[in-house]
């Protein structure tokens, strides 16, 4: 619990990075050192504390964010361990929203690899100050200056080293603390639990001044305390280097940099050190801004139990005992069990049932939760991930959240009469947990058609589905999500009149359509007069040409990037309606992308692979046969790294044909791009049905 007195001990942090860069490990051992459990769990034996969901043991990953608090140091420090598989970057982009610092693992082998960067362009977009642990420097080819050096490089960041790693590989047994100029010695038959302050070790003592030399050069350029004394070469105090430290990080002007192996139980308290002392507490970030929907003002909350309701719902669980969790971060005011809260995206009251203070899947009930908490509350049926939670009297909506466009879909049918029930209601439940999981109908075929970010993603689901909700269920390949699109201007015209229940619909509409540019979407203009067409009727219109995307006139696919005008447009006072304008509007929309050369478009991915030299020819020639453009090929430690960019319908089973070239040695990541059109060739054989449900 938080109160306005001890917000400043209150740390939300996310731990995020590249799958395998042993996060979910530096959680566990967090957890251990901070007295949250007794015995350390392994992600290698499945018993990770973090991951206890049974696709999560048996798999090895991280799925879910989970969320957990602990005490350090007098601080209560609630992380969410986010997922490092770009299937499941859903997850990390809602925990980013609602936290307020985040710790960035990186492997000490691999260096910022393309999840790193990927989570690290996020973690900019909301302005978080991050910490990075630079983690397995006890591997073979671990290399800790490499590293950092990708971190200036890749994320362009500016990385403020302040520990540097003693020995190599396995030879790696400590590290030196440039703030205090120790030697910090880890005792392993404690588990490192105990460590020694010692003296540097003498081969290390000029690499260490050189770089408290450049720590204190740094930091003169944002504290003119520092400045002053490092200019008449006078000793600078440990209280004064931290607090300088933190002021740059808030402002993510700097990153402090760390280093260990949370396995071998190295560095990880002084890691717990550094989220108290340089990550922000909820009174170090800025006030929430939001816009009051009934004055359509922006207005803001202050970061105060006494300010009024504030709140928002980043994560949906289905849970066994409570049916639904609503995760939600309070950025202002007070909220208690029984409490009705408003839900000013839905414009509909809420009850609080139980609030939950959630240690991964283990809860401890709270009677309320105040400002700067995380936690999950059971009773709210209509709340989605991304709707704020707000004062009735007082409504405001935040930012909501976006997310990206799943890329794979796979057709999904009940085996049994008594699944069709049970599939409709278990889908429903995993699309209300996760915005990138979407449930269609195919009109054509009746087929439900499940659609997600990858084929990692949607095998999770399914086996969900019938673990977990105990469905059984028959289930197709997967398949491309195609969309459609325009490659030229035109307009169509949509009149419709019709007798509905013995009175007479009228409306007429006159569309131009657009080809907008790549990623933006669709926009809608009014150019018509309130005479022509009144104020009412526009929102139908708009809704009228939405629905009339969801199915383009090739093969059905959804519509993407068009700029749509209203230009003209007859109604009759007595017989226009809503409902006449909303069809009209889909007829001239469907008129006007028929002339408008409409074409197919394709997913393009984003794919990185890691090969020892060897294989590198075959890799090479195995991507130009998928219709890969080569960007890159450039050498990281004994590693070839090609960069390329890929169709995803030429890369369904690539896992196993990597494998099999190279005996298991590759690594790879893919990550969606942008949409292309589809080359002619692929266009006629969609035609012919080769890909269709």
Known sequence: MSGNDNLEMIRNIGIMAHIDAGKTT???????????????????????????????????????????????????????????????????????????????????????????????????????????????????????????EMIKTRLMARPLILQLPVGREEQFKG????????????????????????????????QSKTFREKLLETLSEFDDGILEKYLEAKPVGQSEIVAAIRKATLKVKLTPVLCGSALKNKGV??????????????????????????????????????????????????????????YIRIYSGVMAVGQSVYNSNTQKHERVGRILMMSSNKRQDLKET????????????????????????????????????????????????????????????????DPTFLVTINE?????????????????????????????????????????????????????????????????????VIPNKSGKGFEFENLVSTTHIPPLFISPIKQGIKEAMFGGVLLGYPVIDVVVKLINGVYSEQESTELAFKIASSMAFREATE??????????MSVEVMTPDEYLGEIVNFLNSKRAKINNIQKRLSLQVISATVPL???????????????????????FLYYKQLPAEKTEQMFAGSYRF
């Open 649 to 671: 319908s030429e890369m369904f089973g690539y896992t196993t044909t990597l494998r099999s070239l190279t005996q298991g040695r590759a690594t790879h990541s893919m990550q």
């Open 269 to 326: 308290q002084k890691l717990l050190d550094a989220i108290i002392n340089y990550l922000p507490s909820p009174l170090d970030v800025p006030p929430i801004q939001g816009v009051n929907p009934k004055t359509e003002k922006v207005e803001i909350r202050k970061v105060s139990d006494d300010e009024k309701f504030c709140a928002l719902a980043f994560k949906i669980t289905s849970d066994p005992y409570v049916d639904r969790l609503t």
């Open 370 to 433: 105040r400002t700067g908490d995380i936690v999950a509350v059971a009773g709210l049926r209509n709340t989605k991930t991304g709707h704020t939670l707000s004062d009735f009297k007082h409504p405001i909506v935040l930012e909501s959240m976006v997310f990206p466009e799943p890329v794979v879909s796979i057709a999904i049918e009940p085996k049994t009469k008594a699944d069709e029930k049970k599939l409709a209601s278990s889908l429903q439940k995993l699309a209300d947990e």
């Open 175 to 206: 590290m030196i603390d440039l703030i205090s100029m120790q030697y910090l010695h880890f005792n392993d038959e404690t588990l490192g639990a105990v460590f020694e302050e010692r003296e540097i070790p003498e081969e290390y003592i000029e």
């Open 595 to 604: 002339k408008a050369r409409p074409v197919l478009l394709e997913p393009i």
């Open 444 to 512: 054509e075929t009746g087929q439900t058609i499940i659609s997600g970010m990858g084929e990692l993603h949607l095998d999770i689901l399914v086996d969900r589905l019938t673990k977990e909700f105990r469905v059984q269920a028959n289930v197709g390949k997967p398949q491309v999500a195609y969309k459609e699109s325009i490659t030229q201007t035109s307009t169509g015209k949509g009149r419709f009149l019709k007798q509905i229940a013995g009175k007479t619909q009228f409306a007429e509409v006159v569309l131009e």
């Open 26 to 148: 530096t959680t566990e051992r967090v957890l251990y050192y901070t007295g949250k459990v007794h015995r350390m769990g392994e992600v290698d034996e499945g018993t990770a504390t973090m991951d206890w969901m049974e696709q999560e043991k048996a798999r090895g990953i991280t799925i879910t964010a989970a969320a957990i608090s602990c005490s350090w140091k007098q601080h209560q420090i609630n992380i969410i361990d986010t997922p490092g598989h770009v299937d499941f970057t859903v997850e990390v982009e809602r925990s980013l929203r609602v936290l307020d610092g985040a710790v960035a693992v990186f492997c000490g082998v691999g260096g910022v690899e393309p999840q790193s960067e990927m989570v690290w362009r996020q973690a900019d977009r909301y302005k978080i100050p991050r910490v990075c642990f630079i983690n397995k420097l006890d591997r073979v080819g671990a290399d800790f200056f490499m590293a950092v």
